[in-house]
């Protein structure tokens, strides 16, 4: 491991339990990574001992910033919560083979709440430098866990070939919503994409959520080797 210290330069709250912390190297740089790629974050607990979790990276390589969308859940990130502008972290990484295949001929996201993390950067890469095909499925119990909303909603406008479908699963739906109201499921992808074929699908989010959407999709017909996951829990 090489952990180095990294500088906050930026915390911005997504929603009640979600912010996106952004860091740099002490001299403003960012190490070079991939789309997908998560780092390793170490800070020193209550007993004086390191504690570290990994979290995806869901900045863009070409960004000027590292950044995480993280979920307040845990020591670890009532630790994080902390942090103000200025203070330090210490980071190692990149690591992780959940990555972009350029081989892909169409790419289908499929985000479970902070899931949108690692799935961000791969989109963006995907949509404005490699120029293929791409959609986003991302669902939330509630509209507030929906992080990135606007963004998606503002790149799916400038993109014709990027689609961006959101889904909330709550009982509560917001006034005026005319997204989805269900999981993410095979039958909503097959009604929405028309069939699963020659397209590769990457998967973020809950165990639960990534192990059951890949043997759904895999029962009907998509090869495992064009399923790819980045689950936790």
């Known amino acids: 491991m090489n952990f180095q210290l990294f500088v906050l330069k930026q915390v911005t709250e997504e929603s ?22 998560f780092f390793l974050l170490r800070l020193p607990g209550e007993d004086g001992k390191p504690q570290q979790r990994s ?15 993280i ?9 994080l919560w902390k942090l103000k502008s200025g203070d330090t972290v210490e980071i190692d990484g990149p690591y992780g083979i959940f990555l972009l295949n350029p081989s892909d001929t169409e790419r289908i996201f499929v985000g479970g709440g902070v899931g949108i993390s690692a799935l961000r950067s791969m989109i963006i890469q995907t949509v404005k430098y490699d120029n293929k095909r791409a959609w986003l499925f991302h669902s ?12 998606m909603k503002k790149l799916a406008a400038e993109n014709p070939h990027f689609k961006f479908n959101s889904c909330v699963t709550g009982e509560e739906k917001p006034a005026g919503w005319n997204g989805y109201c269900e999981r ?13 074929s020659d397209k590769t699908f990457y998967l973020c989010g809950s165990k639960e959520m990534c192990g059951g959407l890949a043997t759904a999709l895999q029962a009907s017909g998509v ?3 064009h399923i790819k996951k980045d689950e936790w829990g």
């Open 16 to 37: 009640e339990e979600v912010r996106t912390f952004k860091f740099t190297k002490k001299d403003g740089s960012v190490p070079v990574y991939k789309p997908g790629h």
């Open 55 to 69: 979290y995806s990276v869901a900045s863009h390589p070409d960004e000027d910033a590292l950044a995480f969308c």
């Open 71 to 79: 979920k307040l859940k845990g020591s670890f990130t009532h630790m």
């Open 140 to 151: 939330a119990r509630q509209f507030d866990g929906l992080t990135y909303f606007p963004e």
């Open 184 to 196: 993410i499921s095979v039958p909503l992808l097959k009604q929405v994409l028309g069939t699963l």
């Open 223 to 225: 090869p495992k080797e």
